[in-house]
């Protein structure tokens, strides 16, 4: 094999270049072959990275077998060439070719192709083993160009925290290094925060890393991309900081970025997380590409908002333009008949998946079915598809279960939720507060005290309420009764206010709830100092009095806070947008979109 190096020149090479069928890449083929060009590594390997665009994966593996005494150079090329088309078992077969070869050993430009192909879950433990072989080929420390591709790699797996030590050796991160790393952590937020995770410390503090990693690239001079942008407006619209997500999108427009339909999905999902569906409805229309994606981030954010009929009526409009539904529409679907209480519409849809559109239920739509059922009081009926479903149910399904058991009053199905979550989340102190709670409501008060008593036992804390407010553009956090704010002594008396100004409104608190060994005025104080209450205190005094009051809250609001923020939402005349774990509670003159069921 002779070395031609690129710069010898020659006519058919740039032929190559210019090759956009696959018929003028067999005609340039065939021209190396009579020339003896094929003989020369460079015009070679020219070949090879231009077939994965125009030729097929037979082809071009049937190029690569007819070279004699391959290189490592091209074998790395032939690997590039298929990470951008190849299955990675093709890949992995041309590894195990290097391996095994007596005079070549895999290099520096060996290992971000493989990786590249392997940054898929179903191929994780094979990245992993790779990343073995890097440790036993390669000398410390690593180019760049090999800790990016590590980073990519444990990224597009969902290992953020391996990620990030890779990002950190890396000194001068280039755009594609801070995409990465970006979008891991965004993608790591980017989760239904109706889980059983502490949504402040755990997908919250990946949004702020966003946050905090994007001011460090601005120090740095790199500028942003499109990617970079899908990544920042994604943790803003996981804060609801609305400020930042407005940054962005002026960002793109004034600096001529392309208004992508990543990037308008993006951003329509952020302004409906922050109450603005004016402005989401403005973009959406605005798109000139509108694809699945956005039509789904348009009708769910319709749907958490209590737009049911909107949602329905866009959903209708998307098919009639010859977009094809796939399981996340009808998510949205289902939630938006769950949020107006459209229980034969919910149903008809859940069961059209499989009837009209092809595709199986998956955990999340049996969740959405039974919040469905358990919203319109069908309780009985959420339990018969909780025990027929083809899946484990989980302890969202469960918990979802008690929660409408709680509320309808149906004891014996709330216990038996309750046991199930207690087998899925012995040390998750929620769910002993939703029974402890429903025998409080009911006068059950040794049965209260057990479950008080059963948490005590377990060495199981109550996880304690914690609400984060975005006021002129910084994140505000505030715990149950919390007294480290600069400005406590104005949140207190503006909280004494609110107080005042409720019970004049007639507003009695339901205090059966909390716990049952207080005097009823400490239950009463206990109630005012949840962390929601002193975040809409500070907002109240330290923000413009028609700005709508964003709040993310980590646990489940209270029935007591519920019902006050309804009433405060009249009285201030405010909107408040309150995310709590299980959905959005938008409240608005006195009423709130999720109807008093969550």
Known sequence: ????????????????????????????????????????????????????????????????????????????????????????????????QILTHSNLEPNNYTYPSLFKAFGVHQWFKHGQALHAHVLKFLHTPYDNFVQASLLNFYSRCGRVGIARYFFDQI??????????????????????????????????????????????????????????????????????????????????????????????????TFYANSGCLTFAWQLFYQLRHRDTFCFNAMIRGLAIHGHGHEALDLFGIMKQEGFVPDDLTLLAVMSACSHVGLVDEGRKYFQSMTSVYGLEPKLEHYCCLVDLLGRAGLVKEAVETILSMPMMPNAILWRSLLGAARVHGNLAIGEIALRKLLELEPQTSGNYVLLSNMYACMNRWDDAKKVRQLMKDQGIDKMPGSSLVEVDGSMHEFLIGDKSHPQVKEIYLKLEEMNTKLQEYGHQPRTREVLFDI??????????????????????????????????????????????????????????????????????NGTCSCLDYW
């Not at 190096?5 to 067999?26: E, M, N, S």
């Not at 490592?72 to 690997?79: A, E, P």
């Not at 891991?184 to 502490?198: E, K, M």
């Open 171 to 268: 000194r001068e991160p280039d755009l594609a290094t801070w995409n990465s790393i970006l979008s891991a952590y965004a993608h790591n937020s980017n989760v239904s925060f109706a889980s059983n995770s502490n949504h402040l410390d755990g997908n919250t503090s990946s949004s702020l890393e966003v946050l905090n990693l994007f001011s460090q690239m601005q120090k740095s001079l790199v500028k942003p991309s499109e990617v970079t942008l899908v990544a920042l407006i994604t943790a803003c619209a996981d804060l609801g900081a609305f400020s930042q997500g407005i940054w962005a999108h002026v960002y793109t427009m004034r600096n001529n970025l392309s208004l992508n339909h990543f990037i308008g999905t993006a951003l329509i």
């Open 519 to 588: 005097e009823e005025e400490e239950k009463e104080d206990a109630l005012s100092y949840h962390s929601e209450r002193l975040a809409i205190a500070f907002a109240l005094i330290a923000s413009d009095s028609c700005t709508l009051i964003r709040i993310i809250k980590n646990l489940r609001v209270c029935v007591y806070c519920h019902s006050s923020i309804k009433l405060l939402s009249l009285i201030y005349k405010r909107e408040i947008i309150v995310r709590d774990r299980t959905r959005f509670h938008h409240f608005s």
């Open 1 to 96: 094999m002779q070395a031609v190096g690129p710069a010898v020149k020659h006519p058919i090479i740039d032929l190559l270049q210019k090759c956009k069928t696959l018929d003028t890449f067999k005609q340039a083929h065939a021209q190396m072959i009579t020339t003896g060009l094929i003989r020369h590594t460079y015009p070679i390997s020219r070949i090879l990275i231009l077939s994965s665009s125009v030729a097929t994966l037979p082809y071009t593996l049937t190029i690569f077998k007819q070279v004699q005494n391959p290189s490592i150079f091209l074998y790395n090329t032939l690997l590039s060439s298929l990470a951008q088309k190849g299955p990675a078992q093709v890949a992995l077969s041309i590894y195990y």
